[in-house]
């Protein structure tokens, strides 16, 4: 099955420094999310953008698609520690109306101080 | 704010035990999932459901099932527990988007992590 992958697998930055993690995706997609999961918790989502949307930013968050390259970034600009977390992309498929949404394994991210 | 509450955090059960595990949203969503989430595994649908007494399988039903029969309560059965199911379980809700259940944003619960001796 489809399934999003995220790169890379573990990034460590410091306080202030912009994190960029990708996801690629192997089919067409409706719509790809980001959630975030703090160690130990649920999946808190982020954002969603939708597959006719090249950009969308949250506070500090800006997520860009490329539909031609099946691949998005999610950038989390001015990091803080409290940023450290596992972050997912997760597809929803184009096509059939009850398609499942489909989560990639994840990046960690640690946030030092 | 969406709130979805599983109802343990931590159990402990015996193989062969029949255990449930309950979710409940506060938020009149129309779909409920189960995913149960292992290390290099990622997070796999176990089942869903987009309206009372209504259910679908995920990629890995198989030793599971699933009761519905009040629209804010999910309920997630593990018939005779046996060790490979111990994993940590999340519950999601959403709401019925145009496009069906996985097209908008998933509310999670802050999951059970279940251990099976």
């Known amino acids: 099955s489809q399934q999003g992958e995220e790169d890379p697998q573990a990034l460590s930055i410091q306080e202030g420094e912009n994190a960029t993690m990708n996801c690629s995706y192997k089919?067409?997609?409706?719509?790809l999310q980001w959630y975030r999961q703090n160690s130990g918790r649920g999946l808190v989502h982020l954002i969603l953008?939708?597959?006719?949307?090249r950009e969308k930013h949250s506070g500090r968050l800006r997520v860009t698609l490329d539909t031609s390259k099946k691949s998005s970034s999610l950038l989390i600009t001015a990091s803080r520690a409290a940023d450290t977390a596992s972050y997912f992309c997760?597809?929803?498929?184009?096509?059939?109306?009850?398609?499942?949404?489909?989560f990639g394994q994840g990046t960690i991210l640690t946030v030092h101080p | 704010d969406v709130k979805v509450t599983q109802s343990s955090r931590y159990l402990v059960k015996r193989t062969g035990e029949k255990v449930f595990l309950e979710c409940v949203q506060d938020?009149?969503?129309?779909?409920m999932f189960w995913y149960r989430q292992d290390p290099g595994l990622g997070l796999r649908l176990i089942y869903f459901?987009?309206?009372?007494?209504?259910?679908e399988k995920g990629d890995i039903p198989e030793g599971y099932s699933v009761s519905r029969e009040k629209k804010e309560r999910f309920s997630l059965i593990l018939e005779s527990a046996s060790t490979n199911q111990t994993s940590m379980y999340l519950c999601a809700s959403s709401v019925e988007g145009a496009g069906g259940p996985s097209q908008e944003t998933q509310y999670f619960g802050p999951g059970t992590r279940l251990l099976v001796l």
């Open positions: 089919t067409s997609i409706n719509n």
């Open positions: 997760a597809e929803g498929p184009g096509g059939t109306s009850y398609g499942k949404l489909t």
């Open positions: 938020m009149d969503h129309e779909n």
């Open positions: 459901s987009y309206d009372v007494k209504m259910k």
């Open positions: 953008i939708r597959s006719n949307e």
